[in-house]
């Protein structure tokens, strides 16, 4: 099955710093790569993903970069703030609707934001 | 709409016993997906459903069972619970297809087997 890792597993930065986070995967057929934040006791969310056929995308402090050729794609947040402490997870997956475009969670990374 | 709704929130069981844990949604999305999550392991799934009827299993379908008898419900069974089941459970649920992949999850059943 899909190999998806992420780097690092724990990460701490003072606020207003950035944090970038790795994921790379084994699955040349993985076509969807979005980001999940799930903080503590709470549910996994959506914050980004990007599609195949793009290389960034953006949103306010938030972005994702893919390189497909590579396999591995990475979040990035800017001007941190205490509320982005929680657990990011990535989950690449691929295309098909008889495989539910079933998602492969890495094993997370926790980020911690200091005053 | 309520989104992602998960019946119960916790459960104590003692092994060998038998439950079910309902999962629904309001949004008439076509995919429903069971993904059970241990400390460090991150979010494995268990089975899922591509619409009304239809199931199939996940990475770890072992010990568990579904059904989909309406679109908006996913029930997950364990017949004979085990401590290796102990765990947080979420369902989640997507548009599909064209519409989209986004997966919305439900607030999580924290399940303890004894």
């Known amino acids: 099955g899909e190999n998806v890792e992420q780097h690092p597993s724990t990460l701490s930065v003072q606020e207003g710093d950035s944090a970038v986070i790795k994921c790379t995967y084994s699955?040349?057929?993985?076509?969807?790569f979005p980001w999940y934040k799930q903080e503590l006791g709470k549910r996994p969310q959506l914050i980004i993903d990007i599609r195949s056929n793009v290389g960034e995308k953006k949103d306010q402090r938030i972005a994702v970069t893919l390189n497909k050729t590579a396999k591995h794609f990475s979040l990035h947040i800017t001007e941190t703030q205490p509320e982005d402490s929680a657990v990011y997870f990535c989950?690449?997956?691929?295309?098909?609707?008889?495989?539910?475009?079933?998602?492969?969670f890495g094993k997370g990374t926790s980020l911690l934001v200091t005053p | 709409n309520a989104g992602v709704t998960q019946t119960p929130k916790f459960r104590v069981l003692k092994t060998g016993q038998s439950m079910t844990l309902l999962c629904a949604q309001d949004m008439n999305h076509e995919y429903m997906y069971w993904y059970r999550q241990d400390p460090g392991m991150g979010l494995r799934l268990i089975h899922y459903?591509?619409?009304?009827?239809?199931?199939a299993k996940g990475e770890v379908p072992d010990g568990y069972n579904v059904s989909r008898l309406k679109k908006q419900n996913f029930l997950l069974g364990l017949e004979s619970a085990a401590p290796s089941q102990t765990s947080v459970y979420f369902c989640?649920?997507?548009?599909?297809?064209?519409?989209?992949?986004?997966?919305?999850f439900g607030p999580g059943t924290r399940l303890t087997v004894l």
């Open positions: 699955d040349s057929a993985s076509n969807y």
């Open positions: 459903s591509v619409g009304e009827g239809t199931t």
């Open positions: 989950a690449p997956g691929r295309g098909g609707s008889n495989s539910g475009y079933a998602l492969n």
């Open positions: 989640a649920s997507s548009p599909g297809d064209s519409r989209g992949r986004s997966q919305y």
